[in-house]
């Protein structure tokens, strides 16, 4: 089993963990009624992806 030679010091540690960041998710526009919602998804007030109608819409 891999055992570290040296111990790993704080600074080390905590540059490799400053990525771990978490970001919001990005909202585009709904291009039939100009709503939010995530990119790559049907829009769930209006049910439409890609300019076609996939699901109908929650009432």
């Known amino acids: 089993m ?3 030679k040296r111990k ?4 080390r540690t905590r540059k490799r963990r400053s990525t771990w960041t978490l970001t ?3 909202w585009v ?3 039939r009624c100009h709503r939010d919602r ?3 998804h049907v829009c769930p007030h209006c049910g439409y992806y890609n ?9």
């Open 38 to 40: 995530l990119p790559h």
């Open 8 to 11: 790993l010091t704080r600074s």
């Open 24 to 26: 919001a998710p990005q």
């Open 51 to 59: 300019g076609r109608l996939v699901v109908n819409p929650k009432s």
């Open 29 to 31: 526009e709904c291009t």
């Open 2 to 4: 891999a055992v570290p």
